[in-house]
């Protein structure tokens, strides 16, 4: 049978948090393939922002949701042609603190320039926009690509930072094939729920 791969993992993980109704966030669009599972998670009455530094890829995103069989009950999609690093700037102040999940999908535009690729530098920071946008027990999930030049450097940075959070503020986990050193892995960060929240369950 086999285990999940790290993009159907960060899907399950996420369609278990998110509700429909609720605001979510694609941090890397792409191609579109997270943006439309989003979409349809949140349904007709949810929202989903996509962020992408290349009009390509929110140009195929915005194909990949007008040719959806279902497209007529996704969610709105807003694809905003902006670094991920900037996502706080991008999204109504009512929002912070709300959002159910947040997704990252590293590396670069499959088909396109494999030298644009994303940077630890903005990716980090755009980790704690993220964290800060989540919900009580909402979910970050982040697709690490080590194979490509400038990943390995990256996934690093990004476990350093997921390993030195503070458990206060979430708790996160490693999905891996340890005997292949080079194949995209996952990380995820759940958002720690309040205390007052934490003690009535």
């Known amino acids: 049978m086999g285990f999940l791969s790290v993009l159907s993992m960060a899907h399950k993980w996420i369609a278990e948090r998110t509700l429909p109704g609720d605001t979510v966030i694609d941090a890397t669009a792409g191609t ?3 943006t439309l599972a989003l979409a349809r998670l949140v349904g007709a009455k949810g929202c989903v922002y996509a ?3 290349q ?3 929110l140009d195929r995103t915005r ?3 007008s040719t959806a ?3 007529e009950r996704l969610g709105e999609v807003r694809l905003l042609l902006s670094s991920h690093d900037r996502m706080a ?3 109504p102040p009512g929002a912070l603190g709300r959002a159910a999940a947040v997704m990252f999908n590293l590396g670069y535009l499959p088909g396109g320039d494999p030298s644009v690729i994303t940077k630890p530098a903005t990716t980090i920071a755009a ?3 993220a964290l800060a946008l989540l919900r009580p027990g909402g979910i970050l999930t982040c697709v690490l690509y080590p194979g490509h030049a400038g990943g390995d450097g990256e996934a690093l ?4 930072w997921a390993a030195a959070l503070p458990g206060k503020l979430g708790s996160a986990v490693l999905y891996r094939q340890p005997q292949r050193p080079a194949a995209p892995y996952l990380i995820a960060v759940e958002r720690s729920k309040r205390r007052d929240e934490r003690a009535s369950t």
Not at 157 to 160: A, G, K, N, P, Q
Request: aromatic letters at 4%.
């Open 55 to 57: 009009q390509d890829a």
């Open 63 to 65: 194909d990949r949701l």
């Open 32 to 34: 579109g393939v997270d």
């Open 89 to 91: 700037e991008a999204i």
């Open 127 to 129: 980790l704690e926009s």
């Open 157 to 160: 940075e990004v476990e350093r």
């Open 51 to 53: 962020f992408d530094i």
């Open 69 to 71: 069989e279902d497209a």
